[in-house]
């Protein structure tokens, strides 16, 4: 499977956020997307995730399964929200997003013990999810990434909020995905250790260039 | 789709949701109409079903405009645009959750402030009825107004403001329904045959605009 970006640009109201970004994306492969704060790096995610219209270029996948419209709906989209309830217990968010998002095809989801054990949090997953510190909610919308599977993840600052710790165990998650086939996209400001990785670095709107495409 | 109907029946009797406020909401409105309006129990008796009807009426659009902004705001829309799922079979779950967990409870409570309005039993038989097959089309209609007020910050008396006129044919019809099952002359079929089409154009269109309005909410 690949993941092809030709020509995206996107607006938000008046303002072109980027111009002309073009990236391709093999099976195991990662694009950690950097640049300062207002250089639409979320834009440039979310148009990736289908939530936002691109003004030009076209997302498209080659070798996908063929009954799919938009790339998106084989993602996962971790934004800066974690779509977690937190009247809920961890255990029934998670379980609602296993049963709601499904398994797209060619894998399949890990159980929920083994997603909470994944994210370094066993024996708290009957706690409501309010209860939980920041850190901990963050690790839990991680969790949500492995309990339905998806071969592309978008991740919007995935490791803000976390401690070192994490850090580790996230880059972990995210190298075992990307072993078993799979694409990741990540807007980061830190380092994320992550092998095989490309950067894409956001500038800003400056003229015709929006961004700079170079390999790590 | 079964696990996101009873998350959001879930969601909605455990604490902060609205099952409840739109019954207590209800209850409120009713049980200050005999106050209001003294002890003439002939009037109440012929302005119950009216009264009955206004107060789920507006129950009913209380808890509405959390329908997604809830969702929105811990990012779980974003999720539910991207499935595979029909976006329009997700909005017609919720609904129906939504309606299950604070319009059915209406329809049950409407016997017992029947009595508070001195309606004999056909009356309040009929209310439950009418109340039983309209409510769900104000759900439906509402889930229109709370998708396009979903991205405003205080879009609670928007959702009203837009979903009351829609509304006002299912208060028509439900109440003429009720008053031709009390008064002999006029038939009660047709009214509730009416009120009946209503709920399934609406159980049609509702969903297909909401879905349409939430795709171009999203920033």
């Known amino acids: 499977m690949r993941l092809l970006a030709e020509g995206l640009s996107a607006r938000r109201g008046e303002d072109l956020i980027f111009n002309d970004i073009s990236f391709a994306l093999g099976a195991g492969e990662a694009l950690v997307v950097t640049g300062p704060n207002g250089s639409g790096k979320s834009t440039l995610l979310r148009v990736l995730a289908g939530l936002l219209m691109a003004e030009k270029g076209r997302l498209k996948l080659e070798n996908g399964p063929p009954e799919i419209r938009h790339p998106s709906e084989l993602s996962h989209y971790l934004g800066h929200r974690n779509a977690m309830k937190r009247e809920l217990t961890v255990a029934e968010n998670l379980s609602f997003w296993k049963n709601f998002m499904g398994d797209s095809p060619g894998g399949s989801g890990r159980n929920l013990v083994e997603a909470v054990e994944a994210v370094g949090l066993r024996g708290i997953a009957h706690l409501p999810f309010g209860y939980l510190s920041a850190g901990q909610q963050r690790r839990m919308a991680m969790a949500k990434l492995i309990v339905a599977y998806r071969p592309i993840w978008i991740l919007d600052e995935p490791t803000a909020a976390l401690d070192a710790g994490a850090d580790k165990l996230f880059a972990g998650l995210v190298n075992a995905h990307l072993d078993t086939g799979g694409i990741v996209i990540a807007a980061t400001h830190q380092p994320l250790g992550l092998e095989r990785a490309r950067q894409l670095q956001m500038t800003g709107f400056v003229g015709i260039d929006g961004g700079l495409w170079h390999d790590a | ?219």
């Not at chain 2, 209380?62 to 329009?88: K, V, W």
């Open chain 2, 1 to 219: 789709m079964i696990a996101l109907f009873l998350r959001d029946l879930k969601l909605s009797i455990r604490a902060g949701g609205g099952a409840m406020i739109g019954v207590l909401f209800f209850m409120t409105v009713v049980a200050v109409i005999p106050f209001g309006v003294g002890p003439d129990l002939n009037l109440l008796a012929r302005i119950g079903p009216a009264i009955l009807w206004i107060g789920a009426l507006l129950a009913s659009l209380l808890g509405l405009d959390r329908l997604f902004q809830a969702e929105r705001e811990d990012g779980s829309l974003d999720l539910m645009l991207m499935q595979e799922t029909p976006l329009l079979v997700t909005v017609f779950v919720k609904c129906a959750a939504h309606w299950a967990a604070t319009g059915l409870p209406l329809v049950i409570a409407a016997p017992l402030l029947g009595l508070f309005m001195n309606m004999d039993a056909l009356a309040i038989g009929a209310t439950m009825l009418t109340l039983l097959v309209g409510t769900p089309a104000i759900t439906f209609i509402g889930a229109v107004g709370a998708a396009v007020a979903v991205s405003l910050p205080r879009g609670g008396l928007l959702v009203s403001i837009l979903v009351l006129p829609l509304a006002i044919p299912v208060l028509i019809f439900g109440v003429s329904a009720v008053y031709a099952a009390i008064e002999d002359p006029a038939p009660f079929l047709p009214p509730l045959m009416i009120l009946a089409a209503i709920t399934l154009f609406f159980a049609v269109i509702g969903p297909v605009a909401a879905a349409a309005a939430l795709r171009h909410a999203s920033d």
